[in-house]
């Protein structure tokens, strides 16, 4: 297959997209992206390379199945203030991704950032420390051959991951008012000490939020607070509370 075969062969199948069979859709992409890897890619890579795409091939088919469902994805900004033990107050702003995986429960990532505080999902730095530490050892089959294929698997695996999770129960239906409690264990902070130091740590929290929803759940405005420590000699015990703005995606 030529280069311009495969392209005309990509646009074909992609250019089909209905919204009612999104894993058809990702299927004959998928296909396609084999194709090119095995026209343009040596021999010894094509396996790693068809195990990278089923991978993706399967993650993406669970989004597109649950985005589809209704309000399954909510994009919120977001504001709060911070307050533990051994650092000095401080607000702060960022973004989360709430992953509907059915009508109560929820899975969620952020990324916060302030005046010497930035917060993300902790998983992803895991993966990847050990998709670079499985991708550097040997090859069983071959010792003069990396696992670089495997390391990259472990890092998406790890990366996805989310830093927490959540379930929703309804107060009142009648006025569209929501509780949902949280766990989130999986959290990584960096923060500048009180003293001019700094420093990073994995953490977790519990937290509650109520959610008000407008319309037809399209959007919501959720009042949150939660309990924080850190996985450190000194737990710095504390709260962040704040507000978060939410839309729903793919309505």
Not at 61 to 82: E, M, T, W
Not at 147 to 167: R, W
Request: glycine share 12%; proline share 5%.
């Amino acid at each position: 297959m030529t280069e311009k075969g495969f392209l005309t062969n990509v646009y074909k199948r992609g250019i089909t997209y209905n919204l009612r069979k999104p894993q058809l859709v990702i299927t004959n992409l998928r296909k396609s992206i084999e194709l090119w890897a095995i026209y343009r890619l040596p021999s010894s890579k094509n396996q790693t390379m068809k195990v990278v795409l089923t991978l993706f091939t399967f993650l993406f088919i669970i989004n597109c199945q649950a985005q589809h469902k209704d309000g399954s994805v909510y994009f919120s900004p977001r504001v709060g203030y911070l307050d533990i033990d051994g650092f000095a107050p401080r607000p702060f702003g960022g973004m989360e991704l709430e992953f509907m995986v059915s009508d109560r429960w929820g899975i969620h990532y952020t990324i916060l950032g302030g005046q010497n505080y930035f917060h993300m999902p902790l998983m992803p730095i895991v993966g990847a420390l050990a998709g670079f530490i499985v991708g550097s050892t040997k090859s069983s089959s071959d010792s003069s051959k990396r696992n670089v294929g495997m390391g990259i698997i472990v890092g998406i695996i790890g990366a996805l991951i989310p830093e927490g999770i959540s379930y929703t129960m309804p107060i009142s239906t009648r006025s569209k008012l929501y509780v949902a409690p949280y766990i989130s264990p999986l959290q990584f902070e960096y923060l500048k000490t009180k003293g001019g130091g700094q420093d990073g740590f994995a953490g977790g929290a519990v937290g509650l939020r109520f959610h008000q929803y407008f319309g037809e759940g399209k959007s919501r405005i959720s009042p949150y607070f939660e309990y924080k420590i850190h996985y450190a000699k000194d737990l710095h015990p504390g709260f962040s509370a704040g507000l978060m703005f939410s839309w729903a995606l793919g309505h």
